[in-house]
């Protein structure tokens, strides 16, 4: 049997760090939103038991065991039930190491698409402790849509359906290894107080208030590496309703109200090789299993 999966990229819309836990992790309150950029899987049963993966293009991202997708193929087995090998091919399109949640994508794709292949019988939601373990951003990718996610980020709430809005993004030149990011992060600037205003609007609805919006990893990233601050303002001159760095970059992105403002937008950008992605409603966005003829 051969499945196939696509799953999105993501955005933080918002991205508070409350402060550093006993844990070493960090306390997050963020908005994370799908966005049409999509990685391609393909799954086949092999006879030998082993899982073995493709990365296409080779260069993308590493086959091996540091995968995310063989990560999360060896919790799903893990999980004691009955398991069979897999040959997996990841065709990659979200670019690498840009805040963009590719490699969790992959992997929240990679549990759907296995659960179904070994038929294990689980639902998407069954999944979450699994996720949660392979990275903070692997759950959000079983909700889709917009979510709120708490704790290391997470713990997610599905949020509405956001508008239809649209994002230019500007990948970064060279990838940004996360935990270089929070290591940088000034402990003094994190004073531990969640925004009142958002979380209004995560429990109300209505128009997400821009101008409270805001990335607490910006900050460092921009100091760390300055092209980020260059492209930031570069974005801010289309007049987005929101221009700011995704995750811990270094993906900078700018949301506009339309498909039509946003390619304006991307012709004004064209120097930074932009990528323009509609935002994704949950039905659009959910990691569909279909079998592959032949
Ligand atoms: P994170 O915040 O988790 O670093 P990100 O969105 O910034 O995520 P990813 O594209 O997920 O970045 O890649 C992060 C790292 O994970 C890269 O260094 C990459 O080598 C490694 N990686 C492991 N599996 C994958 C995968 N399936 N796709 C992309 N990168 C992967």
């Known amino acids: 049997m051969r499945l196939r999966v696509r799953c999105p990229a993501k955005v933080n819309l918002h991205l508070?760090?409350?402060?550093?836990?006993?844990d070493g992790?960090?306390?997050?309150?963020?908005?994370?939103?799908?966005?049409?950029?999509?990685?391609?899987?393909?799954?086949?049963?092999?006879?030998?038991g082993t899982v073995e993966l493709t990365v296409e293009p080779t260069d993308a991202a590493p086959?091996?065991?540091?995968n995310l997708v063989v990560k999360a193929a060896r919790a799903l087995a893990s999980m004691g039930d009955r398991t069979g090998g897999a040959h997996i091919v990841l065709r990659k399109a979200i670019p690498v190491a840009g805040g963009l949640g590719g490699g969790s994508a992959d992997a929240a794709a990679t549990l759907v698409a296995l659960a179904r292949l070994w038929n294990l019988r689980r639902e998407p939601h069954e999944l979450v402790s699994v996720a949660a373990g392979l990275g903070a951003d692997v759950p959000f990718f079983?909700?889709?849509?917009a979510g709120w996610g708490v704790g290391r980020g997470s713990e997610v709430s599905p949020l509405a359906d956001l508008p239809a809005w649209w994002v230019v993004l500007l990948p970064g030149p060279q990838p940004i290894p996360t935990a270089d990011v929070y290591r940088a992060l000034d402990p003094r600037a994190l004073d531990g107080k969640a925004d009142c205003e958002i979380y209004q609007w995560v429990e109300k609805g209505g128009e997400l208030p821009f101008g409270r919006c805001r990335n607490d990893l910006q900050p460092t990233v921009v100091k760390l590496w300055p092209e980020v601050g260059e492209r930031l303002e570069r974005v801010s001159v289309?007049?987005?309703?929101l221009a700011m760095l995704s995750g811990s970059g270094g993906t900078v992105f700018g949301l506009y109200r339309d498909e039509r403002d946003a390619?304006?937008?991307?012709?004004?950008?064209?120097?930074?090789?932009?990528?323009?992605?509609?935002?994704?409603?949950?039905?659009?966005s959910l990691l569909r299993v279909s079998a592959v003829e032949g």
């Open 25 to 48: 992790y960090h306390e997050l309150r963020t908005v994370l939103a799908a966005v049409g950029i999509w990685d391609d899987l393909l799954f086949e049963t092999v006879p030998t």
């Open 63 to 66: 086959a091996g065991p540091d």
């Open 238 to 241: 289309t007049e987005p309703l």
């Open 142 to 145: 079983l909700v889709g849509g």
């Open 263 to 284: 390619r304006r937008a991307a012709a004004i950008l064209a120097a930074f090789r932009p990528l323009v992605a509609p935002l994704l409603s949950r039905e659009a």
């Open 16 to 22: 508070e760090v409350l402060g550093k836990r006993n």
